[in-house]
């Protein structure tokens, strides 16, 4: 303490014996000791206050900062579709089983044959100017020769096959899943949103373009497997395998993967266009134990079942670390600056909110597995018969890998966290993948797809994203270093349950926006 508070302290030592006619032993030490611990608690306290000041400060300064990403642009018009003969193709298409099943046997290429003829006939203009070769038995590449041999080519992909309708629901559908019933405003059955709207969309584009007399610089390739959903490994696997023969190296790759959605944003009206840069690994492992087994009325302390059901509490404890990093916080990036300013607050300044942020996002399923690597036990399986202790018990735990995770960082994880000698954990046949690369975000290839939903979409706001299903990306990794997974279509949050569900359908008019980015995609490339 100065000198000044020092003799503030010895005057009111002075003023307090006299007062007290040193009635009390040591009060004027006391009070000076008092007297130097409330300025000192004083300053604390001040201390403390310009802290929080400034701490609001550099928030508020922080918040402000926070400007929009989006580009201003103006809207297109875009090319002129036809969209009552465009929403009977689409219909003839779904009416095809192009049906995916687990078991090969199943496969009926005869379905698959028919759309390929569908195809031919419906757009004329396509099937004389590209160059179609079937590849796999039923997928399709088609190679639209640009005049500019320096430019590298685009890739846009899609997919003809469609995941089969589950036993059982038929009667929940509005319309037969396979009608292709075009009512109420919608194109209703299997495929119209996943991902026969992306074929028949792209062909559309196309036609339209033709029908312009437009003329690429850049060699365009439209590529459409017919097994993405069961891996993709004969449709766009060997289709990528061709064109690696072919050393075609691509500029950009669009495929399937996020959409435009309305609702699942906290803060934000305008629907959101997700453009996933990303997506999540893949892997599945099997979790065994064997024991004697025996009869049930003398069951042992732990059962084969016990054993088991123990390792999957364990590792369903033990979830992998959640990261708010690399897509996640891009996409927040983007988001931030449109919500209120509350939320607004909270992302600007990551560098402190970061574990508030983590704890909210945790909450929300959807926005959790963006988060970390997550776990599903899916299938368990042991016993026979009521009265018999099954001697082995085995589950399927599903793993969506968060970019960076490894399959042997998760096996490790899972090892660990279960803790018993007695379980066996192997992989499935299945084989297993790590994430994909991340497509820089600081490129003229995003702006291009920035710009280009904005010219389609310009209610919307744009944000980068990581995709937490699977694609048949995975087959081009090699191919291009700017891959793209976006679905240009709008939904609304209840719409989500339809894809692979019941009542699957598209909106006309959306479907007609669709075409319109495809074409817009195609122009901008230019």
């Known amino acids: 303490m100065d000198n000044i508070h020092r003799y503030e302290a010895r005057l009111l030592n002075f003023i307090i014996k006299k007062l007290f006619l040193q009635s009390v032993p040591n009060t004027g030490k006391i009070a000076e000791n008092l007297f130097i611990l409330g300025v000192n608690m004083k300053k604390t306290v001040l201390l403390i206050f310009l802290c929080i000041v400034l701490l609001i400060c550099v928030m508020l300064v922080k918040t402000a900062t926070f400007k929009s990403k989006q580009i201003e642009i103006q809207s297109e018009e875009g090319v002129e579709v036809n969209i009552e003969k465009a929403a009977v193709s689409l219909s003839r298409a779904i009416q095809l089983k192009t049906i995916s099943h687990q078991d090969p046997a199943e496969f009926d290429l005869s379905q698959f044959k028919a759309l390929i003829h569908l195809l031919e006939k419906s757009f004329p203009k396509v099937h004389a100017s590209l160059k179609k070769e079937i590849v796999g038995d039923a997928s399709l590449l088609y190679t639209w020769k640009g005049n500019d041999s320096n430019l590298k080519p685009i890739i846009l992909l899609a997919h003809t096959d469609v995941v089969p309708i589950a036993p059982g629901t038929t009667k929940d559908w509005t319309h037969p899943p396979f009608s292709g019933k075009i009512a109420d405003g919608f194109i209703w059955g299997r495929g119209a949103v996943d991902y026969k709207v992306g074929v028949l969309g792209m062909l559309e584009a196309v036609e339209a373009l033709l029908t312009e007399g ?52 906290p803060g934000i009206s305008n629907p959101v266009a997700l453009l996933g840069l990303a997506e999540k690994g893949y892997v599945t492992l099997e979790l065994s134990v064997e024991t004697d087994g025996g009869h049930s009325s003398m069951p042992p302390k732990d059962t084969a079942i016990g ?12 979830q992998f670390p959640a990261k708010y990093e690399g897509l996640i916080m891009e996409m927040f990036e983007y988001a931030g600056p449109e919500m209120p300013f509350g939320m607004k607050l909270l992302f600007a300044n990551k560098w402190l909110l ?173």
Do not use: C
């Open 214 to 265: 437009f003329e690429p610089k850049r060699t365009v390739y439209l590529a459409f497997g017919h097994d993405e959903e069961v891996g993709g490994s004969r449709g766009a696997g060997a289709i990528a395998k061709l064109l690696k023969t072919r050393e075609v190296k691509a500029e950009w790759i669009l495929d399937e993967g996020a959409l435009i959605i309305s609702g699942v944003i």
């Open 307 to 318: 054993i088991l059901s123990s390792a999957i509490h364990n590792l369903e404890r033990n």
């Open 354 to 526: 970061t574990t508030v942020i983590k704890g909210q996002f945790q909450k929300v399923s959807s926005m959790n597995a963006m988060l970390r690597t997550t776990i599903a036990p899916t299938i368990i399986n042991a016993g026979t018969k009521e009265n018999v202790l099954p001697q082995r018990a085995k589950a399927l735990v599903n793993f969506r890998l968060y970019p960076g995770d490894s399959i042997e960082y998760v096996i490790d994880h899972v090892t660990k966290s279960i803790n018993d000698p007695r379980i066996k954990i192997e992989k499935t046949a299945h084989a297993g993948r790590a994430a994909s690369p991340v497509t820089d975000i600081h490129t003229d290839n995003f702006s291009l797809l920035h710009k280009t939903v904005r010219q389609i979409f310009p209610d919307v706001i744009v944000t980068p994203f990581l995709v937490v299903g699977g694609t048949d990306t995975k087959h081009y990794v090699a191919i291009s270093e700017n891959i793209f997974r976006f679905l240009p279509l709008r939904f609304e949050k209840t719409d989500i349950k339809r894809v692979h569900g019941t009542n699957e359908r598209i909106k006309i008019e959306h479907y007609e926006e669709s075409v319109k980015f495809y074409a817009q995609m195609i122009k901008n490339a230019n």
